[in-house]
């Protein structure tokens, strides 16, 4: 998923995110969103690639287009850094 908006590292990247969900799905909301469960996350900037890796987030609802296999290498932050060059 990309978001619209400055690289707050460089000014000029774009944030991608990349969700991951940790066990079973629930529902609930949260201060007016719509959650799917909890996992992590990464953000990354497509420019210079500099990244932020969230160990425990509730996961948005809207997310869930956006959720990557743990087999894709998500849990370990090393080989995740490797998937998106960072």
Not at 19 to 26: A, L
Not at 27 to 46: I, P, S
Request: aromatic share 12%.
């Amino acid at each position: 998923m990309t978001l619209e908006g400055g690289c707050p590292v460089c000014g000029t990247g774009r944030l991608q995110l990349a969700f991951t969900i940790d066990g079973p799905e629930r529902r609930w909301v949260e201060r007016g969103v719509a959650m799917c469960g909890t996992g992590r996350y990464w953000e990354w900037c497509e420019q210079c690639r500099s990244y932020e890796y969230y160990c425990r987030s509730s996961v948005p609802e809207w997310a869930r287009t956006h959720i990557v296999a743990e087999s894709e290498g998500w849990r370990d932050p090393r080989q995740a850094a490797r998937l998106i060059g960072a």
